[in-house]
């Protein structure tokens, strides 16, 4: 008798997780990268459209930049990507080819999805082969942020549009004056094409590595130079952070200045985010990446888009919920532009009276600083550019720890990522 | 089956309740959720990635036979694995004989009998269970911070200590073997129930010779200990090349690829540069590697291992 218990409780057992993996899917996925202040308020707005529509819950995903493609390829593999993917310029073509993302364009006639407010410019950066993939969210730009409080009180001002060499006074001035050193961007991946726009060149050019070996030697001799001065950071740090993390960025995580830095390549969307989790009393400032020509490096760009998947069973509905996070002013009331300006010019003249002074910042850097002194959006990465950045970290903590100079560097990653882009 | 029993009972359809009682059903039943989780999460996997091996396949698009390509590129272009063969090699080699001799002199502590015994012996085991956890990954990851408790309490003691455990590539590696070390519960529970199948008269004997406690220990604990010893080894360094979570979550293979454990590596190929068919043919070297190592451990057995039989 017992043994007959003991096979019934097993069978039963294996029947309800079958049943509870079936009953799952009738939750709507939705993913996205980001951080504390987005996750808070994405939540909150997926509350409100379930408020709204009932029978519609979500099963938020929210995870690290770092993290979020791993986590996004491995679940396409399996068949069983999010209804609504948060997704970036830099991966958008990637998923497009491989046919896992649903053409919009069929929506945008029957009326599901509105895109008539937004620019053409906008809805294109989303577009490819004729069909449109992603919806832009936001706006941004390559953003310095800095800690202004520390600058205000040493009395050193920042002017927007820095060259490199007004970069390297200010950085020389902060540490002899404050003891805060430089971190020259490491981990963001897009500082290093954003140093060679300066001077007319790109990292690369139609899928294949267009840098030369001076591109590289000037790049790495910005470290050398920060190192041999004094004023950028070591590279012992680099080990301690999870890079890309807001909350851990070396500007505003830490407790030693020698340890830290004035400034953080960011976007200028973050700003919000990175004021949000700085320490009370700190103001964080907002300007361009310096460069040797900040025109010619410069650019605006959609932060990100939402994009449906072609592997969900709810893609009509997921049209609809891409609609809401686009076109309803009571969603970007809670969004508040922390994603970047809305797309969408009605809802960025709603919301625009409520956001807060950081919003603000933000918006006259987008409309005031970038967009009169900026260049096009420079063409998705390669594939195999993960590997190349990779190497760039991996040169950029040797060059800080001091066993390699700037022209080995520069050699060594010439031939590391020509060998990288060839495999 | 009771149908094909001649004589004893008339034939009749089981009912359900009769065809679920029988001993074969109820074995196969009661195991059947290893064994589909068996199948499903291990072979169909390994099958998977024995068959991207030979492939292009970076898990968007479908997998492209490249033949041996991948194979060839690990051992003629690919100075990463070289490096990571290293680091796993020395981090495996130095944190498992260390391990092992902690679990031993804390199961010898451990082996009287006290009223808290019993208190001592799970407290001491605590570390396996939760060691491996991402959350004592990250608290580690703390500890050893610039501004960490390790730095702190030197600091407390008078040692003005700024030191970067986790930036510099000779400290970096030695965070996770710390860790590692720091579970040597398991071992320390074989050593214990070792330790006690010693008969007590051999030590009776030792000691009406006039031998000393070091040379009961060398003369008798030790060498009936190597059986032990040798399956805590075998199963300990197979543990060890394929340690990945600590190593992931702490350093990420900084700095300069100091830490950078194998296992990390094909993780990175797998899901970071999307060369999946790279990191699968990565896998199946390790397969071998770890097969070729445990093999000569088991050639050397004779030499070391205390045979009872012999």
């Known amino acids: 008798m017992k043994k007959k218990i003991s096979v019934l409780l097993v069978v039963a057992m294996l029947a309800m997780m079958l049943a509870s993996a079936a009953l799952a899917d009738n939750q709507m996925t939705i993913a996205w990268w980001g951080n504390q202040t987005r996750n808070e308020r994405t939540q909150a707005a997926l509350d409100l459209y379930s408020e709204q529509n009932a029978g519609v819950t979500f099963d938020p995903q929210m995870n690290a930049w770092s993290d979020y493609w791993a986590a996004l390829a491995t679940a396409s593999a399996g068949g069983s990507l999010p209804d609504v993917i948060q997704m970036d310029y830099q991966y958008l073509s990637q998923y497009v080819d491989n046919n896992l993302l649903v053409d919009l364009t069929p929506y945008m006639e029957n009326g599901t999805l509105d895109m008539s407010k937004v620019n053409e410019g906008i809805v294109g950066s989303g577009s490819k082969d004729g069909g449109v993939y992603a919806v832009c969210l936001g706006v941004n730009a390559p953003a310095l942020l800095y800690n202004k409080t520390l600058l205000d009180a040493n009395g050193i001002t920042i002017k927007d549009n820095m060259t490199m060499d007004e970069f390297f006074a200010v950085s020389k001035e902060v540490y002899e004056k404050t003891g805060y050193k430089t971190n020259i961007g490491y981990g963001t991946d897009n500082v290093f094409n954003y140093v060679l726009r300066g001077l007319g060149h790109s990292l690369f050019t139609d899928g294949q590595l267009s840098a030369t070996l001076e591109d590289a030697e000037y790049f790495f001799g910005l470290y050398e130079k920060g190192i041999k001065e004094g004023w950028h950071v070591s590279s012992a740090i680099f080990a301690e952070v999870t890079v890309g993390s807001v909350e851990q960025d070396p500007m505003i995580y830490g407790s030693d200045p020698a340890n830290m830095s004035w400034c953080a390549f960011f976007w200028s969307n973050q700003l919000t985010a990175m004021q949000n989790a700085a320490p009370e009393g700190v103001e964080i400032g907002i300007t361009t990446w310096p460069s040797a020509d900040p025109a010619a490096s410069n650019y605006l760009k959609p932060s990100q888009f939402f994009s449906v998947s072609a592997q969900g069973s709810q893609q009509e509905e997921a049209v609809k919920v891409v609609n809401f996070f686009l076109n309803s002013v009571e969603c970007n009331n809670i969004l508040l532009a922390e994603r970047g300006i809305p797309a969408a010019s009605d809802v960025a003249e709603a919301v625009a009276p409520k956001l807060d002074a950081n919003n603000q910042k933000v918006i006259s850097f987008i409309n005031d600083v970038v967009s009169p002194n900026s260049s096009a959006v420079p063409a998705a990465d390669p594939t195999a550019s993960a590997e190349v950045y990779a190497l760039v970290d991996e040169i950029i903590e040797s060059l800080c720890y001091g066993t390699i100079s700037a022209s080995d560097a520069a050699a060594y990653f010439m031939d590391e990522a020509t060998a990288i882009m060839n495999r | ?310």
């Open chain 2, 1 to 310: 089956m009771s149908q094909t029993q001649r004589g004893t009972r008339p034939k009749r359809r089981l009912t359900i309740g009769q065809w679920l009682n029988q001993e074969h059903v109820a074995g196969v039943v009661c195991t059947s959720p290893f064994i589909i989780g068996f199948l499903l999460f291990l072979v169909v996997p390994m099958i998977l990635s024995g068959y991207y091996s030979f492939c292009d396949y970076d898990i968007l698009s479908a997998p492209e036979w490249v033949g041996l390509k991948n194979f060839i590129n690990i051992f003629t272009s690919d100075a990463k694995f070289v490096k990571s063969i290293g680091v796993t090699f020395y981090f495996a080699l130095v944190s498992v004989p260390l391990r092992l001799i902690f679990a031993l002199i804390v199961a010898m502590i451990l082996l009287r009998n006290t009223k808290l015994t019993g208190l001592y012996r799970s407290a001491y085991y605590l570390p396996s269970i939760i060691g491996g956890s991402v959350a004592v990954a990250i608290l580690w990851k703390r500890m050893f911070a610039i501004d960490g408790t390790i730095n702190v309490l030197l600091q407390s003691i008078g040692i003005d200590s700024h030191f970067a455990w986790l930036g510099n590539t000779k400290t970096a590696i030695w965070t996770l073997i710390v860790l590692a070390v720091w579970q040597f519960g398991s071992s320390m529970l074989i050593f214990l129930s070792s330790l006690k199948q010693i008969p007590e008269t051999l030590y009776e004997a030792a000691r009406v010779d006039g031998a000393s406690s070091p040379r009961q220990f060398f003369s008798i604990t030790l060498p009936l200990l190597t059986p032990t010893i040798f399956f805590n080894l075998v199963m300990q360094m197979i543990n060890g090349f394929l340690a990945f979570t600590q190593c992931y979550i702490i350093t990420q293979g900084k700095p300069m690829n100091s830490t950078l454990f194998y296992t990390v590596y094909m993780y990175q190929q797998a899901f970071e540069f999307k060369h999946t068919g790279y990191a699968s043919a990565l896998a199946w070297v390790m397969l071998l590697i770890v097969g070729a190592f445990t093999g000569v451990l088991f050639l050397t057995k004779r030499f070391w291992v205390y045979d009872e039989g012999a």
